[in-house]
């Protein structure tokens, strides 16, 4: 009998075990959606991911397809169109998908959108042109006060967290600079590097993969970036600025829980994974894990964190 019981018991506990220690791989390739062009920094974490993604799952391809258009809210639209089957997954973006809706330009709701994981966020940072005659923060002030209006400042997209910091900026040193929105960052770039604004308001990894072609000025983190040790935080220059913008994974509405708890704990996975997190070091992302069990409770926080902020930035319905 006691043989039969321990029999049993191992019997029970052997997938149990298996399960525990399993990927949850997909059956089938990954249609993984970007809701901005070529380039930028969700093209990057989707690239770093498909990366990794192979090496955890080798039957599996990650095909990455751009659907871009109005600062995101083109796909974020149409996300609900796609097949609800766990393997169709969009790329999703805080605080674009608060901010957009609130403004009203949009066709979607933030509760349209249905987000699974979120995986990194990368904090704003000021950044000009190597070429141009501001040399630091004081200088952009200078400038910025000495001609109001005149400065022009890229980012991505309207209604956007490059749009929000901007107008933050603005209200928090009390200058006038104007604000450029393009589809993306890798649009963006151009125009920086070229001369066509005079700079803009970006995330970190903008500036570490343009370093030798950008000077940065400032960046919205707690501490200095570590590959970036000479560029002052907003703290240092007198205001209590640590933000940026999120970006996770998105679902259907209609895909079901399990499906979404397994694409969950799968870039968990990835995000675990030691490659992801040195890629994620030297792009300057700083990643996080918010997955399925604590979603609601962050995009509770987040939804009323920037719905205020929307409010004070004028970014609100009017």
């Not at 349209?112 to 040399?135: G, M, R």
């Not at 997190?277 to 926080?301: C, I, P, R, T």
Request: include cysteine; aromatic fraction near 8%; hydrophobic fraction near 40%.
């Amino acid at each position: 009998m006691n043989r039969l019981i321990a029999a049993l018991l191992l019997g029970l506990a052997a997938p149990l075990a298996s399960a525990q220690g399993a990927l949850p791989c997909p059956d089938r390739n990954v249609q993984y959606w970007q809701a901005f062009p070529p380039g930028g920094e969700s093209d990057l974490s989707a690239r770093h991911q498909q990366l990794v993604l192979k090496k955890k799952c080798p039957a599996i391809e990650t095909i990455v397809q751009y659907k871009a258009g109005a600062g995101g809210a083109l796909m974020w639209t149409q996300m609900n169109q796609l097949p609800a089957d766990g393997v169709n997954v969009v790329g999703v973006n805080l605080p674009h998908i608060v901010f957009q809706p609130l403004e009203g330009q949009v066709q979607y709701k933030t509760q349209d959108v249905t987000p699974v994981f979120w995986f990194h966020y990368t904090p704003d940072i000021l950044v000009v042109s190597d070429k141009s005659p501001i040399k630091t923060f004081d200088d952009f002030l200078k400038a910025a006060k000495a001609e109001p209006g005149k400065l022009s400042l890229g980012g991505s997209g309207s209604n956007s967290a490059n749009h929000a910091a901007h107008e933050r900026m603005n209200a928090a040193f009390g200058v006038k600079t104007i604000y450029v929105p393009f589809k993306g960052t890798g649009d963006m770039a151009t125009s920086v590097l070229g001369g066509q604004v005079d700079g803009a308001m970006t995330y970190v990894p903008f500036a570490i993969a343009n370093k030798a072609r950008v000077r940065p000025l400032a960046v919205a983190m707690d501490k200095r970036h570590p590959l970036m040790p000479d560029v002052p935080t907003f703290k240092e220059l007198g205001v209590d600025w640590v933000d940026g913008a999120y970006r996770g994974i998105g679902v259907p509405k209609s895909t079901p829980p399990e499906q979404r708890k397994r694409l969950s704990d799968l870039w968990r996975a990835l995000n675990n994974d030691p490659e992801m997190k040195e890629l994620a070091a030297k792009s300057g992302f700083e990643l996080v894990n918010v997955g399925v069990e604590e979603m609601d409770a962050f995009m509770q926080s987040k939804v009323k964190l920037y719905t205020e902020g929307a409010g004070r930035l004028g970014l609100g319905k009017k």
